[in-house]
């Protein structure tokens, strides 16, 4: 959508008329894997670098669109989950990118399975999305905010991870408003199976 198009749909919503939230596919990172790759970003600059909470690393599946039906989105989320059964997700290197000479971020590198390449592209099939970026799978656990590369000279991370965590369900995410912070998961749907668990509190 060009900004115009965009400005013209902003106008033609009735006042007082919130937006679609913003949703998007992901897996949920397990409680003690993700207390432990937060700790990676503890020691960088709050100034320079704003942290993910260890509630809120995960890896994203589908990128994130408007959707104007919450109920929809999840009944499609739950015809993928049934096809599919539960993996392994092996997180395999910890250090910055996507540039590691100009970084915006510090994240932990997943590997590229056969079972996550396959879920990934029928959910973006049945929600209509399209990502022509190599898919490198990763969970983000800090982004910076500027001067990336004297971050990494200062503060280098560049290792390599044991960590594996058995995947048995896809989430449905809805991302804060402008200016909040947390992830809200909508429906939390098991692999294999159609039955819904509630979403986290």
């Not at 594996?164 to 992830?183: A, C, D, H, K, N």
């Not at 819904?196 to 509190?201: G, K, Y």
């Amino acid at each position: 959508m060009t900004f115009a198009n965009a400005l013209g749909a902003e106008h033609a919503r009735p006042a007082g008329v919130a937006p679609p939230p913003r949703v998007f596919v992901g897996l949920k990172v397990a409680p003690q894997i993700a207390s432990r790759l937060a700790q990676f970003a503890a020691g960088l600059e709050p100034q320079s670098v704003r942290p993910v909470a260890p509630a809120d690393i995960h890896l994203t599946l589908v990128p994130p669109w408007n959707e104007t039906s919450i109920p929809n989105a999840i009944e499609k989320l739950g015809g993928v989950a049934g096809a599919f059964g539960a993996f392994s997700l092996i997180f395999q290197h910890v250090g910055y990118g996507p540039q590691p000479r100009r970084p915006h971020l510090l994240w932990a590198d997943c590997a590229v399975s056969g079972e996550i390449a396959a879920l990934r592209a029928a959910l973006l099939q049945v929600f209509g999305q399209a990502d022509e970026r190599p898919f490198l799978p990763h969970v983000t656990l800090a982004r910076i905010r500027a001067k990336g590369a004297a971050i990494a000279r200062k503060h280098p991370i560049d290792r390599k991870l044991s960590l594996t965590q058995r995947v048995e369900s896809i989430e449905l995410f809805q991302s804060p408003p402008p200016g909040g912070s947390g992830y809200q998961v909508l429906a939390s749907l098991r692999l294999g199976d159609t039955a819904r668990s509630p979403p986290t509190p």
